[in-house]
């Protein structure tokens, strides 16, 4: 069966070591790698979970700086805790939030990426 999924691209300068941050800080790993010719910019696939990105050097993919949400089964306030001992760069801190528990972090590009545990309501 398939399954809809939303692929955000995340632009990065060097795609090689931003997978590299975004396997030892946040636990992703990667699932494709594609370049239309050898010296044309890279994008690599990666997910955690149902969590899907596309690490992309290519300058029409978007620009560097966006704000990528993603809600988590995980317990937020350990991840946040393992990311912070993998070197990840904190840049919000856990708090509690009308739809979440979340906290935010800056990859090595500047895009921030923040992790909640949605909140149940009644």
Known sequence: M???ICMPCIRVKDAYASL???ERCLGFHKVSEHRFAPELPLCIGI???DL???LTEHPGDGAFGICVYCYIKDDVDEFC???REAGARITQEL???PWARDFGLKD???NMIRFGNRKVTS
Do not use: I, T, V
């Open 2 to 4: 398939n399954s809809e």
């Open 81 to 83: 805790r393992r990311c």
């Open 52 to 54: 899907r990105f596309l």
């Open 108 to 110: 090595l590009d500047g």
């Open 95 to 97: 708090e509690d939030m």
């Open 20 to 22: 590299g941050f975004y």
């Open 47 to 49: 997910e955690r979970g």
